[in-house]
């Protein structure tokens, strides 16, 4: 069983708001990731890390950032919250092995 | 460009049939390979993976899939389907030298008694 977690589950916040979204894992995985995944659409990668104070914006462009202080932690921040941010983000991280095991995921719902 | 492509966007099957789900990848390399499960309100769970050797690979829950790098697929099955199964499958190819994974759009299974 997977030791990655991620809080909060379900968010709804209204428009420029700021929020953090929190994800720990207790594997001491190097390399973990956040997704961003809409319904019937592919998970994009947005952000990854290889390791602490290592941070690189993934493949689809986010307004989130992220940081990598401690190796378990990897934290995603919206400085100002906007609708078009409405999505479930998924945080991830993996082995030398490259299988990612991936947190429940927090939804996000801006309004 | 590396890319996943899930033919089918969801597959209905009787409980006890056989199941394949389809997936096709362009890579340039050969490909590492995965195939994900999410059931409503979890995250992925990893079925099975294919790196090197033989190209049918078995996984978890009775699963397993095969790789057939003529026709750039990796298309997971299972003989039986139970009532269990019904969740989101997501093939992804891992790429890159820092191994990030792209994912395909995903496939809904739906299982009917």
């Known amino acids: 069983e997977a030791d990655i977690y991620q809080t909060p589950r379900y968010l709804v916040i209204g428009t420029g708001k700021k929020i953090t979204l929190e994800c720990s894992q207790t594997?001491?995985?190097?390399?973990m990731y956040w997704y961003q995944q809409d319904p019937g659409m592919e998970l994009h990668l947005i952000h990854y890390s290889y390791g602490v104070n290592s941070t690189e914006k993934g493949d689809l462009s986010s307004e989130s950032t992220v940081s990598r202080i401690r190796t378990e932690h990897f934290p995603l921040t919206l400085e100002s919250a906007r609708p078009s941010h409405t999505s479930q983000y998924l945080c991830?991280?993996?082995?030398?092995?490259?299988?990612?095991?991936f947190g429940e995921g927090s939804r996000l719902t801006v309004l | 460009a590396q890319s996943v492509t899930q033919p089918d966007i969801h597959i209905t099957v009787s409980e006890g049939a056989s199941l394949e789900l389809r997936c096709n990848y362009s890579?340039?390399?050969?490909?590492?390979l995965f195939w994900y499960v999410q059931s409503p309100g979890q995250g992925l769970q990893l079925l099975l993976k294919y790196f090197s050797g033989d190209t049918l690979v078995q996984g978890i829950k009775g699963f397993e899939a095969e790789f057939k790098r003529s026709q750039s697929s990796f298309n997971l099955r299972k003989p039986s389907v139970h009532w269990s199964d019904a969740a989101e499958y997501f093939c992804?190819?891992?790429?890159?030298?820092?191994?990030?994974?792209?994912f395909g759009a995903g496939t809904r299974l739906f299982v009917k008694a």
């Open positions: 992804a190819v891992g790429t890159g030298g820092g191994f990030k994974t792209i």
């Open positions: 991830a991280s993996s082995d030398s092995g490259g299988e990612l095991f």
């Open positions: 594997m001491g995985h190097d390399k």
């Open positions: 890579y340039g390399a050969t490909p590492y």
